[in-house]
């Protein structure tokens, strides 16, 4: 599947959000080199940890391709790149390394796309884990993923499909910090097993997606 939306493109497609990426790499949190360009095969063993014990993987403007991406011991980190049919996998249990730190990251710390990916147990967790951020994800998987201590107010979700069970996190039709709407479209929650701790806040699109038929969203628009 080729992305609509290349990084690349002089137009400035949806998912930059009204923004523009500069040329060069510029967040000085990241220890590692960004990667960038047209990618097609890699080596997370390849890159050495930095000083939390865990290897730093740093996209930006980056078009990622069928990519296998294992999580375990990585601090990650996406900036105005697209993935197609990549999978990111993490093992069952979350483990802290010697440093005592667990692999965390964002997947869109700057805008970012994933188009028909799938994300296989990944703990999403604002602290602590992996945040989908200012991420827009079209016809993605989420299989089995751990969804505690996750807060999603920027996140694009169009035509995703969620399995498995889901407790304490929440989800939000708008950011925090602008008016901007988010795209929430024809997500399939059916085959998801809900806690009573999730949350659908800021004007979640709930009669847009798909759910279980005997659950109905409990909106919190606190």
């Known amino acids: 599947m080729r992305c609509r939306d290349d990084v690349s493109m002089s137009r400035k497609p949806e998912w930059w959000r009204g923004q523009s990426p ?15 360009g047209s990618v097609t095969t890699m ?8 000083g939390s014990g865990l290897r730093p993987v740093y996209f930006f403007r980056a078009t990622v391709t069928g ?6 011991d990585v601090s990650l980190l996406v900036q105005w790149s697209g993935f ?32 028909g990916c799938t994300f296989d147990r990944v703990r999403f967790k604002t602290l602590g884990g992996f945040n989908t951020g200012a991420g827009r994800f079209e016809n993605c998987t989420f299989v089995n993923c751990r969804w505690e201590g996750h807060f999603a107010y920027d996140a694009d979700l169009i035509s995703c499909r969620f399995i498995g069970r ?12 602008s008016e901007r709407r988010n795209v ?14 999730v949350g659908w806040r800021r004007d979640f699109p709930v009669a847009d997606q798909v759910w279980p038929e005997d659950f109905v969203p409990r909106v919190d628009d606190r």
């Open 22 to 36: 500069p040329r060069l790499a510029q967040d000085p949190t990241s220890a590692g080199k960004a990667i960038s």
């Open 43 to 50: 080596d997370l063993d390849a890159i050495a940890p930095g």
């Open 67 to 72: 990519v296998q991406l294992s999580l375990n």
């Open 84 to 115: 197609q049919n990549c999978h990111f996998g993490q093992r069952v249990r979350p483990v802290l390394n010697d440093s005592g730190f667990a692999a965390q990251g964002s997947f869109a710390n700057r805008p970012a796309v994933y188009q």
């Open 166 to 177: 889901m407790n304490g996190c929440v989800w939000g039709g708008t950011g925090l910090d």
């Open 184 to 197: 929430i479209t024809g997500n399939d929650f059916t085959e998801v097993k809900f806690t009573d701790n």
